[in-house]
């Protein structure tokens, strides 16, 4: 694993969190933890090791008390070591998911014509109307209309704070189908929040709203694009030439 790779990795997945969190706590120099409020994605990424981990996550934890929130604890599986299991379990915490981050190499990125040619498609920014870009994401991610309206407000408040988003729909015969963001920072690219209605799954329209935002990216001057997947997700992003990084194990209090 590419310790310049990863790093950037944190940066791209730094800016995105930050960019839509009501608040972000420094727990310490490999700890944050991201609040969204009831937009349901509040967080702690541990990143690096902590020789206080116990302490670490107690603070995290009553950081999101206060409001009274639950959250998620999210870390690399290489630094999932039985002191940090300790540590979750005597806290409730079991795994509950996990995921891919991965990485792909802009400089040799080549758009996929083929998949770009369907008449019957056509893409477009909704930057100024988020309300149309989440209606895929609702039944994709298993949500609702309100909880995915307060995540979109969240995107809203990151655009006022000059945040680099950039939200992408995918359009058949002139219906949203799907639905992504595409965020840049210092020449490096992360894509987000890509969901698809279940009745147009397996299509191909990720994939080519994929496409259209890499092309977006390289065209920005960025050099990498990173994200994370979920293992319904991994086939995808190996077909547009996404490579793995490393795995996160995510846990959460049993209900």
């Keep these: 694993m590419s310790a310049t790779l990863t790093d950037m990795y944190h940066q791209a997945e730094n800016y ?10 420094v727990l310490n120099e490999g700890c944050r933890a991201y609040m969204t409020g009831d937009a349901g994605l509040n967080f702690i990424y541990l990143r690096k090791e902590a020789e206080n981990i116990d302490d670490v996550l107690v603070r995290g934890r009553q950081f999101f008390e206060q409001y009274d929130l639950s959250f998620d604890v999210i870390i690399a599986q290489d630094l999932c070591c039985a002191q940090v299991m300790d540590v979750l379990n005597a806290m409730g915490f079991v795994q509950s998911d996990k995921s891919v981050s991965m990485v792909l190499d802009l400089d040799t990125f080549e758009i996929d014509k083929a998949v770009s040619s369907d008449v019957s498609t056509t893409i477009g920014a909704h930057d100024d109307c988020l309300s149309d870009w989440i209606s895929p994401l609702v039944s994709a991610f298993e ?3 309100e909880a995915c309206s307060s995540y979109a407000a969240r995107h809203e408040n990151a655009s006022k704070k000059n945040i680099n988003f950039s939200h992408y729909s995918l359009y058949e ?10 965020s840049l920072n210092k020449g490096i690219a992360r894509i987000d929040d890509v969901g698809t209605l279940p009745e147009h799954q397996g299509k191909g329209y990720a994939t080519h709203l994929i ?8 065209g920005a001057g960025a050099h990498h694009c990173f994200l994370e997947a979920s293992d319904d997700g991994l086939s995808v992003y190996h077909k547009l030439g996404f490579e793995p990084l490393f795995i996160d194990k995510i846990f959460s209090t049993e209900a």
């Excluded at 995105?16 to 706590?25: M, N, R, S, T």
């Excluded at 015969?173 to 595409?182: C, D, F, P």
């Design 16 to 25: 995105f969190f930050e960019g839509i969190a009501v608040k972000c706590v």
């Design 143 to 145: 949500s609702t209309h």
């Design 173 to 182: 015969n002139e219906k949203i189908v799907a639905s992504m963001t595409l």
């Design 211 to 218: 496409n259209y935002a890499l092309s977006v990216a390289k």
